[in-house]
């Protein structure tokens, strides 16, 4: 099931007020940036907005790949609209990539998840609250290494073992 056109007209326009009302500053200091094509982001909180409408948050559970777009388009019309009234519009460069994040998300067994997250929740928004225990570099993960001989300079290509650990055993001959 798809949103229809009105139920992304009204997801628009509440966001698109509730923008303008709670983050004219961020907008105005996003269009005071100089690079056009940096992707700029609003973070949203999940919490007021909802408190703002709470249809919304029923759409935002709902249909949760079919929201950021509307978001999205919903901050740019909202961006345009404060240029427009601004008397300092000269000053401002319209950004195209704004896009709007998520943050806050109210405590529901729905949305908060204490564990790693499972396939059913793949298409949902998620928060997810744990403590970080380890963290180390990146490590990139070789899948093959080419060795070559002394001798007649032969190269020999040789995969991984996976069962040790993605290791590499050089040719002996």
Not at 91 to 105: P, T, Y
Not at 124 to 153: A, W
């Amino acid at each position: 099931m798809y949103l229809n056109s009105e139920q992304v007209a009204l997801i628009g326009q509440v966001f698109e007020s509730y923008v303008l009302q709670h983050h004219q500053k961020d907008i105005l200091s996003i269009l005071m940036e100089n690079d056009e094509d940096s992707h700029y982001s609003i973070v949203v909180n999940a919490m007021t907005l909802f408190e703002t409408n709470m249809e919304v948050g029923d759409y935002f559970n709902a249909f949760p790949n079919e929201i950021l777009p509307v978001f999205d388009n919903a901050l740019r019309r909202a961006t345009m609209s404060l240029i427009q009234s601004n008397s300092q519009h000269d000053r401002f460069i319209m950004k195209q990539n704004l896009h709007a994040r998520i943050a806050g998300l109210p405590v529901c067994p729905e949305l908060t998840r204490e564990h790693i997250p499972r396939a059913r929740d793949v298409g949902h928004f998620l928060s997810i609250n744990g403590t970080v225990i380890r963290s180390s570099l990146v490590k990139v993960l070789e899948y093959e290494q080419d060795f070559m001989c002394n001798k007649c300079k032969h190269v020999i290509t040789v995969k991984a073992d996976f069962e040790q650990y993605y290791s590499f055993t050089p040719p002996t001959a």
